[in-house]
């Protein structure tokens, strides 16, 4: 008890003497991950994964608590003095430093991919996600495209070293052999450990025919006991909405013959990069003026709020953009908007709405 209160006193003497700052704020010039504030990671290592894309390894401050396979985190990077925030798949396995894989696709991911450095700092949040293992591994299909991959990776680094009854099978869709995320080591991990089979599809190579998911002929040959494993999927959305389809009409079928005591084709688990928009979904659109900013921009009933302020220059927060996270939250000041997952025309004076899933109804006024 004499401890506690000689700290508390010696706390108050500190911030007597270092006000208006905290003695915290003197605390992160020295170590920057000691912040209770905001969560920090600092760069350990950067890897080049193929011309486009960069693995960054991080070491995180308190707070952070360790990740499930296929988990994913907000990440955030200051560019031109402004924070931007998105959301990437943590790419490391269970029990190690986390990891993102990153492609040079837009500005903030093009600035982490190609300017990131040992010994940068990132703002962090912790991990979300449902996409992962189960909790008692079965034989299991992997079908990925593109950096639909990463999720996945860390899944597999995690599963197949330490599993010995492990049976996956992972089938990986890329324009190329260079384009292929974590090639060679995957082909090793393959080598090292019977549990896992690697099948890779190279879009250039089969004379630029994408592998198709519309029906079971490309699966039935590359794991012709597809139907009987559970399946993950993550990847482009047209990619993810051809396996739901095929899946919903297996499944279908698999729900008559089980009738007939035949066993059912397990289910399909998907991660989406972006939100799932309803087809026609948009309306007339309208004038979108940004009161905070004094700018304003004529917007199609398609456009999420988010793009069109980012298009604009507005600094609009943001976080998975697939209207999950709930980092995007902006006051409505006046005006109606349209939910583009639903079709939902709604806004009241001062609704928190979610710019990164709703698009204008009409003229719209936002708090920012």
Request: negative net charge; aromatic residues 6%.
């Amino acid at each position: 008890m004499e401890i506690m209160t000689q700290f508390r006193a010696l706390r108050r003497v500190a911030s007597i003497l270092t006000t208006p700052r905290e003695p915290e704020d003197f605390l992160n010039l020295v170590n920057p991950l000691a912040s209770a504030r905001q969560l920090r990671g600092v760069v350990t290592k950067v890897e080049r994964e193929t011309p486009d894309s960069t693995t960054i390894h991080f070491r995180p401050g308190r707070g952070w608590n360790p990740h499930a396979a296929g988990q994913w985190a907000r990440i955030g990077v200051e560019i031109d003095g402004v924070r931007q925030w998105r959301s990437y798949s943590l790419s490391a396995a269970v029990g190690h430093d986390p990891a993102i894989t990153v492609t040079a696709i837009g500005m903030v991911s093009t600035a982490l991919a190609r300017s990131t450095k040992v010994g940068d700092i990132l703002f962090l949040d912790t991990p979300q996600g449902d996409f992962v293992l189960p909790e008692h591994p079965r034989p299991l299909l992997m079908l990925t495209a593109g950096s639909g991959l990463t999720p996945v990776m860390s899944m597999i680094r995690t599963l197949v070293p330490r599993r010995p009854d492990a049976d996956v099978v992972l089938i990986h869709s890329a324009r190329t052999r260079d384009d292929a995320l974590f090639h060679d080591e995957l082909l090793e991990l393959a080598d090292q450990f019977p549990g896992l089979e690697v099948r890779h599809w190279f879009t250039r190579e089969e004379n630029g025919r994408r592998l198709d998911l519309s029906d079971p002929t490309d699966l039935e040959t590359l794991c012709p006991d597809w139907r009987e494993r559970a399946a993950y999927a993550c990847g482009p959305t047209d990619f993810l909405d051809a396996a739901t389809a095929l899946w919903e009409r297996e499944g279908a079928a698999a729900d008559h013959a089980t009738a007939d005591g035949a066993a059912g084709t397990p289910a399909l688990t998907i991660e989406r990069f972006a939100p799932v928009l309803l087809e026609g979904a948009g309306g007339e659109g309208g004038l979108l003026t940004f009161e905070k900013s004094d700018k304003e921009v004529e917007v199609g009933g398609d456009v999420p709020l988010l793009e069109a302020g980012e298009d604009c220059g507005v600094v609009m927060p943001s976080g998975c953009r697939m209207g999950i996270c709930r980092s995007c939250l902006v006051p409505l000041v006046a005006g109606k908007i349209r939910d583009l997952r639903t079709g939902e025309v709604h806004g009241d004076e001062g609704e928190l709405i979610q710019t990164c899933v709703n698009a204008a109804a009409g003229p719209v006024h936002l708090d920012i």
